[in-house]
């Protein structure tokens, strides 16, 4: 037997303006289309802003449904709206903001599991980390430079 240690590393931000200026414009807009989630059941809203190699970004809010669990998340909304309008293009980094109708959030709110599969596809797709900025409604920010800090074990198309 023998035994493995996984070390994960995140810079955290204590506000918003601690950020550099093209991450806030990310988050501001990430925010700004947080707003426009279709929410109705969870009343947790999310909002995604992708930076792509070719300077466009990409926003996506979540969108729930009725028959859950047939909604779908701001981060993948975003990323599969990106790899069908500009499949050649890489992600460079991505910002992401969740608020509660209920509860206001403080503390910062990563990919859940489905996302960060998703997100990991196209970060080994691309052969190019993708940066992760996470937030709740107000409070801290976290960076991670890649997918493999939030999922360091990740499964791939090498296992199929």
Do not use: W
């Not at 028959?67 to 779908?72: K, M, V």
């Not at 910062?108 to 489905?114: A, D, H, R, V």
């Not at 709740?136 to 997918?147: A, R």
């Amino acid at each position: 037997m023998k035994e493995i240690e996984i070390t994960t590393s995140f810079t955290i931000f204590d506000t918003l303006n601690e950020l550099p200026t093209e991450i806030q414009d990310l988050m501001h807009q990430a925010i700004e289309v947080r707003k426009k989630a279709y929410a109705p059941y969870s009343k947790f809203k999310v909002g995604a802003a992708l930076l792509l190699d070719n300077g466009k970004v990409i926003l996506g809010s979540n969108q729930e449904n009725a028959a859950y669990p047939s909604g779908l998340c701001a981060e993948r909304t975003a990323i599969f709206y990106a790899g069908s309008t500009y499949p050649e293009a890489k992600i460079l980094k991505m910002a992401i903001t969740a608020a509660s109708d209920i509860n206001q959030t403080t503390a910062p709110i990563p990919p859940c599991g489905s996302c960060r599969q998703s997100i990991a596809e196209y970060e080994i797709k691309q052969d190019t980390p993708i940066e992760i900025y996470f937030m709740g409604e107000i409070g801290e920010i976290y960076k991670s430079s890649s997918l493999k800090n939030l999922l360091p074990l990740m499964f791939d198309k090498k296992f199929l």
